[in-house]
């Protein structure tokens, strides 16, 4: 037995020297930001180069050493590559200020790339999560060295898409990502700053200045992310509001993934086809790499600007849906369709007749527990939603079984009519996919602070009895439901601890000293039609792809699109990195 350890421990350890023999190892440098904090920055230079090359910048605050095998591979294949710990995480000086210092650090570590003897003064950004959320940021500077950037599930907008969406501050994901981080000592400013206001959150969000940015970017997201529409905004700005080095030149990727679920078929509670596993996005990095930094010739501008993941039912593979489309923008032409709610609990696309609200007991001591969808340190993806929609707080809405495939892609929106007891309240809204043996399978959801009703930036509380009209959003989606299947709609008030529960009193948040119990009222009258309005798609369309496939393509696989060129000088880094699908670690295949 203990020949045979050793034997083992022989050959990793052959394989281990193997594999570092010629390879780059890191410097160390303390690079200094304009304040004069320095940040621990690794840099690693390919042992023999000529002349000055394109470089990689990743920064990041989950420690720059575990990016080592990255940064050794992809300089052993001629490209530099600089690692660098984020302000006040690890090796770096300062406080983690949680972002708001991106939009200088990240500049100021470009400008010193820059100067250095082995750059051409032209570099790339990469990175996922925390490490395209600066990303975006730095590129609202407008940094003269930033060429272009591969963003994957971030957000350009810290406040809308992860502290406080629909106004409701998302309490699970922040207060637990920052314990993990050590930085929870800055959630009392940050609920202190539970409205949106331009001198506390501009540093953080591109929402004012996306005409300052300059480069293309690739947005990789996914239906279940956790900053799915921060990815499709992403996208929108620098494609339609950047500057002239970014309009027209960004690429948006949405595949039916979680937050750094890329890299596998399953997701949540279904495994989906092996096709939507992202094996294209590496190709499509390297093309932009090249031609950005090293002015290569590459095919990466034929590349169609959005390529999305069209979810179905994964039990049954001779219908409709999972598979890829690629289209010249977004969103896809669609019709909005409205689903309207009926008294007796059904969903149609006529218009109820006079009928009675429906009201609900909202206790906020006992609220609707949080079961899947877009979350990051809880069960993630498609949940069956039948545990929580047998409350009496939860509002159910089903259509008949569908006589044929139905597609929704685009943004979905709730807009409903209702009133409250309460000057304050949540309302929440569920769209799910019931199958046949009954499970109602998450697909999107939402949620809206009323007092945030009329923007984020002011308080509106309600009247008691007053009826409002509100729309609530639940970003955006591309699913088609099977024949048989059932579209479903719950509507509540809670959804934690993803998002906190509202005491349903004027307070702010935790600022509440006592819990009251709200009566909510849906109206669903001719002329209070409370509806679900879905982005409709014809079936078997082919007017959303104008410029690549002749048809639908159930896999993208880059050998079946032989125009996608790879640049000899490419070739060997390609095969030997796998799917950059990682959030905070990028395992790649080291093989000589």
Request: overall charge negative.
């Amino acid at each position: 037995m203990k020949k045979k350890i050793i034997l083992g421990l022989g050959v990793i350890l052959l394989l281990l020297v193997t594999f570092l023999a010629g390879c780059v190892k890191p410097s160390e440098y303390m690079v200094s930001m304009r304040d004069g904090v320095k940040l621990a920055t690794d840099v690693y230079v390919p042992n023999k180069y000529t002349q000055p090359h394109g470089a990689i910048l990743i920064r990041t605050p989950y420690n720059k050493d575990g990016l080592i095998l990255l940064g050794m591979n992809w300089a052993k294949n001629g490209w530099p590559t600089v690692g660098q710990d984020m302000r006040g995480r690890y090796a770096s000086e300062g406080i983690d200020t949680v972002f708001k210092n991106e939009h200088t650090d990240g500049p100021d570590t470009l400008a010193w790339i820059a100067n250095q003897t082995w750059s051409n003064g032209k570099i790339a950004t990469f990175g996922g999560s925390a490490l395209g959320i600066t990303q975006y940021l730095t590129a609202g500077a407008n940094p003269p060295s930033l060429a272009c950037q591969y963003i994957q599930v971030a957000t350009p907008n810290m406040y809308k898409h992860a502290m406080y969406p629909g106004g409701e501050f998302r309490k699970n994901m922040i207060e637990e990502w920052l314990k993990g981080e050590g930085s929870t000592y800055i959630l009392p400013e940050l609920w202190a700053h539970e409205n949106y206001t331009m001198d506390y959150w501009t540093n953080v969000s591109l929402d004012d200045n996306w005409q300052d940015v300059n480069v293309p970017a690739i947005h990789i997201g996914g239906w279940y992310d956790i900053f799915t529409q921060g990815t499709i905004d992403g996208f929108l700005g620098y494609q339609y509001q950047g500057g002239p080095g970014a309009i027209g030149k960004s690429k948006l990727i949405i595949g039916p993934w979680t937050h750094g679920g890329a890299g596998t078929t399953m997701q949540g509670q279904l495994t989906y086809p092996r096709n939507s596993v992202d094996n294209f996005s590496q190709l499509l990095f390297w093309q932009m790499v090249d031609e950005y930094t090293m002015n290569g010739p590459t095919d990466f501008d034929s590349w169609p600007a959005v390529t999305y993941y069209v979810m179905g039912d994964v039990d049954d593979s001779n219908t409709s849906g999972n598979e890829w489309r690629y289209a010249d923008d977004w969103p896809v032409a669609y019709t909005e369709q409205a689903w309207f709610f009926q008294t007796d609990g059904s969903l149609q696309t006529t218009i109820p007749v006079d009928t009675p609200p429906l009201t609900y007991t909202y206790d906020p001591t006992q609220p609707v527990p949080t079961i899947g969808g877009g979350n990051l340190n809880i069960p993630a993806g498609p949940y069956d939603q039948r545990p929580v929609e047998n409350r009496s707080d939860v509002l159910v809405f089903t259509s008949p079984e569908l006589q044929q495939p139905y597609e929704a892609t685009g943004p979905v929106i709730a807009r409903l009519f209702v009133s409250s007891d309460c000057p304050d309240t949540d309302f929440t809204v569920k769209l799910t996919d019931v199958y046949p043996d009954g499970r109602s399978m998450l697909i999107t959801d939402g949620i809206l602070r009323m007092r945030n009703r009329n923007g984020t930036d002011h308080w509106e509380f309600m009247e008691p009895g007053t009826v409002y009209q509100v729309d609530v959003d639940l970003w955006s989606t591309s699913y088609i439901w099977n024949t048989g299947h059932q579209i479903r709609v719950d509507i509540s008030s809670s959804n934690y601890p993803r998002c906190l529960n509202n005491p349903n009193t004027v307070d702010g948040i935790y600022k509440n000293t006592t819990y009251t119990v709200a009566h909510n009222t849906l109206y669903i009258d001719s002329i209070r039609s409370s509806c679900l309005l879905l982005p409709e798609i014809p079936l078997n369309t082919t007017s959303i792809q104008k410029n690549w496939s002749p048809s639908f393509q159930k896999s993208i696989l880059i050998e079946d699109h032989p125009h996608l060129k790879i640049p000899e000088r490419l070739k060997n880094i390609i095969n030997h990195i796998p799917i950059l699908n990682q959030i905070s670690e990028y395992r790649p295949f080291m093989i000589n």
